[in-house]
């Protein structure tokens, strides 16, 4: 990619590696440090035509989830990606619903 100088590379993890959850505490570690490495990926490629974005999903996907749990359908949360890729704007997006 980066000798093509073009090129987007998203990745996704759940709210806990912004915002964490006890129950989740082990999982959040882990995905905290993916979300700074991509960030860090992000800073490194600037100017290079090289994209590189964190997605934070922040809800549960899908029916069935806990009473009062925000949830959303994958259409609903595609347009971020979509979005990323195309104006190569941000490092990082917090989907919550």
């Not at 082990?26 to 991509?38: G, H, I, K, P, S």
């Not at 100017?47 to 549960?60: P, Q, S």
């Not at 979509?82 to 919550?96: A, K």
């Amino acid at each position: 990619m980066r000798k093509a100088g073009a090129g987007t590379l998203l990745f996704t993890t759940g709210g806990g590696s912004v915002h964490p959850v006890p129950m989740f505490g082990n999982v959040n570690a882990a995905a905290t440090a993916l979300r700074n490495w991509v960030i860090n990926l992000h800073n490194e490629l600037t100017g290079t035509g090289v994209h590189a974005a964190h997605v934070a999903v922040n809800i549960l996907i899908g029916d069935g989830g806990q009473p009062g749990f925000p949830t959303a359908t994958p259409e609903q949360i595609a347009p971020l990606y979509w979005d990323l890729y195309e104006r190569n704007h941000r490092s990082e997006i917090v989907f919550s619903g």
